[in-house]
């Protein structure tokens, strides 16, 4: 049989590392928090430091992960924001990539999960829930900075209107987009390519879009669908007609 090869960190995201093993690449990301696992995933040690596994059959991210996803992923120090983080599956391992200096602002408009993101952030300090509907991203732009990317998970008909309002508010000028999308729930009319092709034209109206990535069989009719919002144009900001954010909001100091 052949040996694991050692931890090696991600090319752009050190705090997820890969690690091959059974011909396959694992995945694990650096722990932000302590034990124990936060939904009975396998944890470990390296040099000193836990480590938890990143598993594609659990987590949308994982998966586009293991099928060659190769958009941005968010990075130790910045912030984020999570729109449906549910109990923190997801969640608990992107604040890990974020790291401790980094900020997770995670969104979850249903009580009973929330209540168990609440404990999660007990854990895990730099996971910051918020009890909201992020079809209102005014409501919690006040507590929410600006942020370096946007993570979606919502399974919502109006899912991609609803990253984008979301975006316009509160994603800095350069920030990283990621939507995990659940065509399934965008209408049975359409079969998923024509749901992914219609939400990839309605992105790409604002986001440089990377390559989508398909979820099956982990996540049936899914896919991964992501890239970076388009800088505003030249001395002069915003083009006309189409307001980047609210008046008043302060520009990312590192997006500047
Ligand atoms: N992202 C989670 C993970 O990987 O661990 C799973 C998320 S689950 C598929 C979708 C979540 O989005 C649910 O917890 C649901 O309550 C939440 N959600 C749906 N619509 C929402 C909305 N408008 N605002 C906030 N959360 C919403």
Do not use: C
């Not at 120090?77 to 983080?85: F, N, P, T, V």
């Not at 909201?132 to 600006?146: C, I, Q």
């Not at 975006?167 to 359409?190: C, F, N, P, Y």
């Amino acid at each position: 049989m052949r040996r694991a090869t050692p931890f090696a960190p991600a090319p752009g995201s050190p705090r997820l590392l890969l690690r091959e093993r059974r011909e396959r690449t694992e995945l694990w990301t650096e722990a932000a928090g302590p034990p124990p696992a936060v939904y009975g995933e396998r944890w470990s040690t390296v040099d000193g430091r836990p480590v938890r596994a990143f598993e594609p059959a659990r987590s949308k991210l994982a998966a586009g992960l293991a099928r060659g996803w190769e958009a941005p992923l968010p990075a130790p120090g910045e912030r984020w924001l999570y729109l449906g983080a549910a109990s923190g599956t997801t969640a608990s391992h992107l604040a890990d990539l974020l790291g401790p200096e980094g900020r997770l602002y995670a969104v979850e408009k249903s009580v009973r999960p929330f209540a168990r993101l609440l404990a999660l952030a007990e854990r895990w300090p730099n996971l910051l829930p918020v009890l909201a509907d992020a079809r209102s991203p005014e409501a919690y732009a006040g507590p929410v900075p600006l942020v370096d990317g946007v993570y979606a998970d919502i399974a919502q008909p109006d899912q991609v209107e609803i990253v984008l309002a979301n975006a316009r508010l509160l994603l800095a000028d350069g920030g990283a987009v990621v939507v995990a999308l659940k065509t399934s729930t965008m209408g049975r009319e359409r079969g998923a390519p024509e749901h992914l092709r219609r939400a990839e034209e309605a992105l790409s109206a604002e986001l440089r879009l990377e390559r989508s990535v398909r979820l099956d069989p982990q996540f049936r009719s899914h896919y991964l669908v992501g890239g970076r919002m388009a800088r505003t144009a030249g001395p002069g900001g915003a083009p006309p007609g189409a307001p980047r954010r609210a008046p008043g909001r302060r520009p990312h100091p590192r997006a500047r």
